[in-house]
């Protein structure tokens, strides 16, 4: 275990630089005196780490010192070579370069490893691509990738959920991939806002250039941002009474924004509360449960669907 964190101390000091015993302390999750112990076993063996007191002082590595791939355990080396989907990063035109990147880090591993990596990507593979999805990308992806790269500004018209077109004028921040869906992470008006790449309808890149926010950290941003979504609770809620052969087919359309009551038996039927996205997506479940299934609440929602229903017949009957 300690030969793993000191190998963790190096590559931390290696891709950070200069760190604190109380940051390197909290990224380990150990104490600050256990990594001052680790420092002086670093030190003794001859890794060149250095120590500066003061404002703004901590550890850092003699630039010249590069660790290699000899310290890597049975575990991480299969974690490197786990299969995975590369359509995302062929995407962004880093398809052939992930690809190379394998077979360099292979090359690079001492030999009693190269059986663990082909034993781990003959038998684990992570697929991040949703069944269906679009195949084409967006007709601006260039402009929009050249605005991420180069911290440029755009004008762009963009579609907002409810189908109204509307002028924006973003500073571009990241591009990120979530279930083989892009979306751009742009500040409008001071704030950071999510965009999904498919829905822009121009994009132009303006002369001008912005400054990002020097705290910013997308890794740090995304897994708040994706925390915040998950505990929304002012989205549009609903209860249905729902016949058992199409339990399943709801928890498999809506994973983690559904939740079960506890019902008495009734022949069955369960009652479930749902969190979507608007009214709209409410009625199209319920039309599409047609004869399986009872809006319990809010009322507005059994009376559209009883509205629509008429209007459906009605239209029928011409």
């Not at 020097?214 to 209860?239: I, V």
């Not at 009376?303 to 029928?316: K, S």
Request: hydrophobic fraction near 40%.
């Amino acid at each position: 275990m300690r030969a793993d964190r000191l190998l963790s101390i190096i590559l931390l000091l290696q891709t950070r630089g200069k760190m604190t015993a109380k940051a390197l302390g909290e990224e380990l999750e150990i104490s600050r005196r256990t990594i001052l112990r680790d420092i002086n076993a670093l030190s003794f063996s001859g890794v060149p780490v250095y120590s500066e007191g003061g404002h703004g002082g901590g550890f850092s590595l003699d630039e010249a010192y590069r660790t290699t791939l000899t310290g890597l355990n049975t575990k991480e080396v299969q974690s490197l070579f786990v299969s995975s989907n590369s359509e995302a990063l062929r995407d962004v035109g880093l398809g052939d370069a992930g690809e190379r990147l394998l077979l360099k880090l292979l090359a690079a591993l001492p030999n009693p490893h190269h059986s663990t990596a082909d034993h781990i990507r003959q038998r684990l593979m992570i697929d991040p691509t949703w069944w269906w999805h679009e195949t084409s990308i967006s007709p601006y992806w260039e402009e929009i990738q050249r605005a991420v790269y180069e911290d440029r500004m755009i004008h762009a018209q963009y579609e907002n959920f409810d189908g109204k077109i509307a002028e924006r004028t973003l500073a571009p921040y990241s591009l990120i991939c979530k279930s083989s869906v892009w979306y751009l992470l742009a500040e409008r008006d001071g704030e950071l806002r999510t965009y999904r790449v498919n829905r822009f309808h121009s994009v132009q890149l303006l002369d001008g250039s912005f400054t990002r926010r020097p705290d910013f950290d997308l890794p740090a941003y995304w897994r708040a941002h994706t925390q915040n979504l998950e505990n929304f609770s002012s989205g549009y809620h609903c209860t249905l009474r729902v016949h058992p052969e199409r339990i399943s087919f709801i928890k498999t359309l809506m994973p983690g924004r559904w939740e079960m009551a506890a019902d008495a038996e009734d022949n069955g039927w369960k009652t479930i509360s749902l969190s979507m996205d608007s009214d709209l997506q409410a009625k199209m479940l319920v039309f599409g449960l047609a004869g399986f299934v009872e809006v319990v609440e809010p009322g507005e929602l059994k009376e559209a669907v009883a509205a629509q229903a008429r209007e459906i017949l009605e239209q029928l009957a011409l």
